[in-house]
């Protein structure tokens, strides 16, 4: 069977579509691996700053709601040092899975960490992201759960 002129156009069409898929497909991976790769390195750059003893660094990546509600750096770090003790005292970290947004809402995501502190206890936490007005990437909240089920 031969092809007609317009076989060969509908076909030519079709791939152009077929290619045009595939390049929306690829772009939208691309932009979630970009909010992942910057997700992670807020929570880094916290625990590596908590590390530091950099308060004022560390208190900077939280969100704007977290600030105000601990109007400074050193209530801040007292509370992490109260009550997140695991992630104030971080060795090694694991990312398991990339961030998921909450209910289809893309500007709030949660990120799971596995992290081992200096004594070797393991910890699940739970950070919730916020995206900011500039793009950037805030921590708007944090859950353990302490687990001894991680290698990491």
């Known amino acids: 069977m031969a092809l007609t002129r317009r076989d060969i156009v509908i076909l030519a069409l079709l791939a152009c579509l077929a290619s ?21 390195e ?19 990546l939280a969100a704007p709601d977290i600030q105000a509600q601990f109007v400074g750096p050193e209530i801040f770090i007292a ?6 003790r695991p992630v104030y005292t971080a060795h090694k970290l694991a990312f ?4 998921r947004a909450v209910q289809d809402t893309p500007e709030t995501r949660v990120q799971h960490v596995f992290i081992t502190d200096r004594r070797g206890r393991n910890t699940h936490a739970r950070y919730v992201m916020q995206k900011q007005p500039d793009g950037s990437w805030k ?14």
């Open 42 to 60: 807020v929570i880094l750059q916290q625990i590596e700053a908590f590390g530091r003893g950099d308060d004022d660094a560390a208190f900077a």
């Open 79 to 84: 509370m992490v040092k109260a009550h997140y």
């Open 96 to 99: 398991p899975e990339a961030a």
């Open 139 to 152: 921590i708007a909240g944090c859950h353990l759960i302490e687990t001894d089920q991680l290698d990491i």
């Open 20 to 40: 045009g898929v595939a390049l929306l497909h690829q772009s939208a991976s691309l932009s979630l691996a970009t909010h992942d790769t910057a997700i992670r």
